[in-house]
Each structure stands twice: as C-alpha cells, then as structure tokens.
C-alpha cells in the first residue's frame, strides 16, 4: 500500500507540471496566436492545440527524463524539463506560422519560455524537497561479486537521499545467510553470477524487496532473447544480430535523409570551421583515420582535425587525454567542446560506412588491446558504427570500457526505430552537459583505464571489475 501510494502521489506532482507548463502556453496561444490565425480558433480548436502541446511535452520530458524526481537532481529535472519546453514551443510556433499564413512574432513564444522555465524551477526545487522530507530513503543493501565500491558510485551521484546503505556484502556471505535482506526495502546486486542471482532474486521477489541489478555481459545477450514456444516448452532464442530487412532498409533511408540535411542546414558551421583550421596553422583540414564498423570491416572515418599535423609522428596509436592535451590546437579545443569536430562523419554516414545511431567505431590498435582484456569487445562489430549511440548517450566521463561495451550490446540486442529515435533525441541532452563531453574523444575515458594480467580493469574512480 505504501508504494502505490508513493507511485500515485508522484503521479499527482507529475500532472501538475504539466498543468504548470501548459498554462503560459494557452494564454499565449488564445490572446496572441489564435486570433491572427486565417480561420478564427473556437473552444474546441484551442483545446486541440493546447492538448498538441500536451502530448508533445509529454512525450519530450520523458525521452529527457524529466520527471526523476527521486533520481535526477535539481539542476538535471530543470535542463531537462527545457529542452521538451524548447521543443514543444518550437513545434507549436510553426503550427502558428502554418495556420498565420505568415511569419509571426516570436517574442510573445520566447515569453511563454521564460515563463515555463521560471514555473519549471520552482516545480523542481518545492518537488524535490517535498520528495525527500515525505519518503525517507529506502534501507538498502549492496550484494557485490566482481564489483566493488559500488556505495561510492552511490553517494558520487548524490543517491545516498533516495538509499540508505544498511548492508554491505559478498554474494558467497549473502548465500550463506539471506536473511541478512530482511527488513531491506532496495537491493544492489552488482555483477553476480547468475546462480547466486536467481536465488537472491527469488528471495526478493518473495520479500517484497525492490532489486535493481548491474549486469554481466551474458544478462545483456540475454535481453535481446526473442520468446517462443516449442516442445510444449517456453524458450528463449538468442541469435547474432539480425534485424528486419525492414528496419535496415527505412535505416539506410533515414541515414541518407538526415545526413544529407544535416549536411546542408550545417554547411556554414562548416565552412567556418574549416576556414578557421586552415589560417591557424595552415594545415589541412580534415583528419582521416582508420576505424572499425560491422563485422569488422575498416573504413576512414572523416573528422575536422583539432590536433597539431604531426601528433602521431611516430605512428604509435596514442588516446586523446582530454581538454590539456598539448597536441590539440586552440581551434580544436573550441571544436571538441560543441563536437563541431564530428560533423565531417555525415559524409561517412551519406557513404554507409557509418549510421546515425550504432556502436562507436574504434580504431583497430585499440580494438586488440580490449579484446586481448575483453573477448566480448568484438562483439560491439555486430552493427554498424553510428554516430551517436547508448553507450555515448547514457555514459559518462568516467564510465569503463565494460560498461560501455555493455551498453552498445544493449542496443544491438533490442533493435528498432522507437530506440533509434530515443537516443537521436536524448543526444541533443548531452550536447550542452560537461561531464559528457570530457568523454566525447574516443579513448578519453579509456586513456584513464590499464589493463593487466589480471583480467580486472581499473577506472580512475577506484571502482574495480573483472572481465
């Protein structure tokens, strides 16, 4: 009873932002946009549109996850409920212009903004303490096998309000003594293995116990795992990757579209950039490198380059170390902050070396340390590389190598459109976040990372994990 009535109160707080947002709009749009519209707007065709905006911020907020009340800090709820506002404005101001028959203004929509965002602010921060002063954090346990510190990774992103760490320990003492759970309301298992994960699950699951699992590398090839029936029996089938003819097709159709574009709405960002790189030191523009994409296949992925001509003079593959990289000129660091760097690859995208939305490519030297460390690692070669994909969008700075390497199989387990869309809308959050783009270099994070005989990999946190 306690839950549902925790899911209804956070459903009632959710309904009233959106009521909150939704107001500045429909007087915007009822006393401005809606009488200067060709055919005069009734009742019923304001309440089409004003239910348009919505569905739209719906939609939007929960692409951003704006709603996280008990996850997502201050700071993260408001920039995220922004950008489905900025959307959702945007989207509605050319229904206006449509229906206006011509251009109209857009400081009466950059009001409606200002105010939204100003509504948004005191929503979060009233929401936020109302959240954490009505439910205490839940009495938590950590279950850990190859991982370790994972309580560090908890109060790093501030989750110590929403779990309060009561037990910490191995899966072999769990096994020993499970109601050592008992009376926890939230359990952590962190890359157990999956006999002493089902029986901790079972256990639960049975107690009424909330269980949030890290996977391993077979839990996410599992996901993917297409249900059937034989033998009078329920099965689980998992198969390489093989997406729909179908969905390849509309795919390629889509890259070629938004490629082509993109390519012609960025064009002068591109000029500038490239004008820019020439005067500084008069070098050449763009950067070819050797990357892999499906099945292994090596291809030259097209970038503005940001570092000195001769930064590998040697010819020994070398890993950006950030933002103090003494090879990286001064046009470089700007165009590696905003990723303006990246845009040359929708050539690659036009050419179908490259998607959209796929694994990033790695360069071959690259790909046979992690393999040597990760034979999972050539996994990542089932699709085609992309642009943006989970593991660029969902990652961080300092997320492993496994852990990304997880990620990208979580994508290539679960194809299809609605993901595709997902992460193309979700990439323009992690744009304008800092923590994002000190990873945005491939290698940045994984020049943080050594490998030893051990088979563990280390992060710069501490945190440990075995492959």
């Known amino acids: 009873m306690d839950r549902l009535k925790h899911d209804i109160l956070l459903r009632a707080v959710k309904l009233i932002n959106l009521v909150l947002i939704t107001i500045p ?17 009734y009742w019923r065709g304001n309440c089409l549109v004003t239910a348009l905006f919505a569905i739209l911020y719906l939609i939007y907020g929960r692409v951003y996850e704006s709603f996280l009340v008990s996850l997502s800090r201050i700071s993260e709820m408001i920039y995220s409920q922004f950008l489905a506002m900025l959307i959702s404005d945007g989207v509605l101001y050319i229904v206006a212009w449509l229906l206006i028959k011509r251009l109209p203004a857009v400081y009466p929509m950059l009001c409606v903004l200002a105010g939204q965002l100003l509504l948004s602010a005191l929503w979060s921060v009233s929401v936020h303490r109302w959240y954490f002063k009505t439910f205490p954090a839940l009495k938590s346990a950590i279950v850990y096998d190859m991982r370790r510190g994972f309580d ?3 109060n790093e992103y501030g989750m110590d309000r929403k779990f309060d760490i009561c037990v910490t320990a191995s899966a072999e003492k769990c096994m020993e003594n499970l109601s050592i759970l008992d009376g926890m309301e939230a359990v952590f298992l962190s890359g157990i293995h ?5 029986r901790i699950l079972k256990y639960c699951v049975e107690k009424d116990i909330r269980a949030y699992v890290i996977p391993r590398i077979g839990d996410v090839l599992m996901s993917g795992a297409k249900r059937m029936h034989m033998f009078h029996l329920p099965i689980l089938r998992v198969e390489r990757y093989a997406p729909s003819p179908e969905y390849l097709f509309c795919k390629r159709f889509s890259d070629i579209l938004l ?16 004008l820019a790189i020439r005067l500084t030191d008069g070098g050449p523009v763009f950067y070819r490198q050797c990357r892999l994409t499906r099945n292994g296949k090596e291809f030259h992925v097209l970038k503005f380059r940001s570092m000195c001509v001769d930064a590998e003079r040697d010819g020994i593959a070398r890993l950006s170390t950030g933002d103090r990289d003494p090879r990286i000129t001064p046009v470089g660091s700007v165009i590696r902050k905003c990723r303006i760097d990246e845009l040359p690859q929708l050539f690659n995208i036009l050419g179908g ?14 790909a046979s340390q992690y393999e040597a ?16 994909g989970y593991a660029q969008v969902y990652g961080k700075y ?42 945005v270099e491939e290698g940045q994070v994984t020049a943080n990372v050594h490998f030893d005989k051990s088979r563990e990999i280390k992060s710069v946190d501490g945190h440990h994990q075995k492959v």
């Not at 709009?25 to 707007?41: D, E, G, I, K, Q």
């Not at 070396?353 to 690259?366: A, C, F, K």
């Open 353 to 366: 070396s490259m998607s959209l939305v796929g694994p990033r490519p790695e360069r071959p030297e690259i």
């Open 25 to 41: 709009f429909v007087l915007c749009w009822v006393n401005y946009y809606a009488p200067r519209t060709a055919s005069r707007y």
């Open 259 to 274: 490629s082509l574009a993109a390519l012609v709405l960025l064009s002068p960002v591109m000029i500038v950039t490239a």
């Open 398 to 439: 300092n997320t492993t190598p496994y852990d990304k390497l997880q990620m990208d199989l979580m994508y290539i387990a679960n194809p299809g459109f609605k993901e595709d869309l997902r992460i193309l809308l979700a990439t323009v959050k992690v744009l304008f976040l800092p923590e994002s783009t000190q990873g």
């Open 152 to 154: 560090g990774l908890i």
């Open 194 to 198: 999956s006999h002493e994960r089902n």
């Open 373 to 388: 460390q990760m034979p999972e690692f050539r996994l990542r070669l089932q699709a085609k590389a992309g642009l943006t």
